[in-house]
């Protein structure tokens, strides 16, 4: 059987002989080759990374299930997080399987209804304030400080820890570190994990490069290209969007450190990004996660020069997670009479 991610890398993880071993299948999701953007990019080789695979399907499983394990090692009963959405249902997944009491925190009417439906179904108490993302996370900060519950967002170091086994993988699979990685940024704790893993691995021996960090924000969220609190985000991406993120300064070390780059890509970069990735790979994700394609588009229509080099972009969500964007960005269905000559007809004109 596959070893689960506590065990498989239990060295480079804050696991003691107390840590309980949970699992519900996270990590070692499938990297996958391009089949045909790699050649309309001119990219050497290009590979997508996709964290939808995961159990409640984002990325967000991996430094879930090693946040609970520490907090039940912690003894701790309850646990709260602010979400856009993901969050929520990967901490209400992992709270059900340790028995704990899970408290999510999301902005009104400003959430997936995929990433909704799962929280609610994974039985958390979910809390909907009249405000965003980023004042919800202040919120559970005070709260947090007062009252004996574990805090489960990025901020929570055991969550890093447990996303940055995402580069240790793509390093055992590709036998070495990517040329670029290409990933989205909201809050930013995933990039600053990334990092983390790439550095760790190097410093053990396992391999001899790190990759350069391209991280991307959504335009109209982008703090960190701007280097500015964003009062009021706005994307239709919106597992990033985030004004004001808890990981800034592991953004930005990642970049300078690898060399790297953080930019924006607009809302129709990102849908237009998010079609591709479906119609020519057949990888549905949701649009936060092709912020990563999107940014790989931009800079390749700008001259960036990747042939000879190898590319991975994360794919950090499922594209089931928001139906509504999927919908109201495509074709609606053909409604026809139950007529087996209309229905050919139809057929016919493609
Ligand atoms: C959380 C999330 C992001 C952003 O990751 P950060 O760590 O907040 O930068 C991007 N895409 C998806 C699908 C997410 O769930």
Not at 191 to 207: C, E, L, M, P, S
Not at 260 to 289: C, M, Q, W
């Amino acid at each position: 059987m596959e070893l689960c991610l506590l065990e498989k890398y239990r060295e480079f993880l804050p696991v003691t002989s107390q840590t309980p071993i949970i699992t519900i299948g996270e990590a070692n999701t499938p990297l996958v080759r391009s089949h045909t953007l790699e050649h309309e990019l001119a990219c050497g080789e290009l590979y997508f990374k996709l964290e939808g695979c995961n159990p409640t399907g984002s990325f967000k499983d991996r430094g879930m299930v090693v946040a609970v394990a520490k907090a039940v090692e912690e003894k701790n009963t309850a646990i709260i997080c602010a979400s856009t959405g993901n969050t929520s249902a990967s901490a209400a997944a992992y709270g059900a399987l340790c028995n704990l009491k899970v408290f999510v925190v999301v902005p009104k009417g400003n959430i997936a209804m995929g990433k909704l439906a799962q929280a609610m179904a994974y039985g958390a108490k979910i809390l909907a304030i009249d405000d965003n993302f980023d004042k919800a996370l202040e919120f559970v900060r005070i709260i947090t400080q007062k009252h004996p519950i574990a805090l489960v967002n990025s901020l929570n170091p055991y969550r890093i820890e447990g996303q940055k086994t995402a580069s240790f993988e793509i390093v055992d699979v590709l036998g070495a570190a990517p040329d670029y990685l290409f990933i989205p940024v909201g809050n930013a704790g995933n990039i600053t994990a990334y990092w983390r893993g790439f550095t760790h691995y190097k410093q053990a021996g396992r391999v001899e490069d790190t990759p350069m960090m391209m991280g991307f924000e959504a335009e109209g969220a982008a703090a960190i290209v701007k280097d500015t609190i964003i009062g009021n985000p706005q994307t239709v991406a919106s597992a990033i969007r985030i004004g004001n993120p808890a990981s800034w300064i592991g953004a930005t070390t990642a970049r300078d450190e690898s060399g790297g780059t953080i930019d924006y890509v607009s809302d129709d970069e990102i849908i237009n990004a998010y079609h591709l990735l479906a119609r020519k790979e057949g990888i549905f994700g949701e649009p936060a996660s092709a912020a990563s394609l999107a940014g790989l588009i931009k800079l390749h229509n700008n001259g960036y020069d990747f042939s000879n080099k190898r590319l991975v972009c994360i794919i950090t969500g499922s594209g089931l997670k928001d139906p509504d964007t999927a919908i109201n960005n495509a074709v609606p269905p053909i409604e026809l009479p139950a007529d087996l000559n209309i229905l050919e007809k139809e057929i016919l004109k493609d």
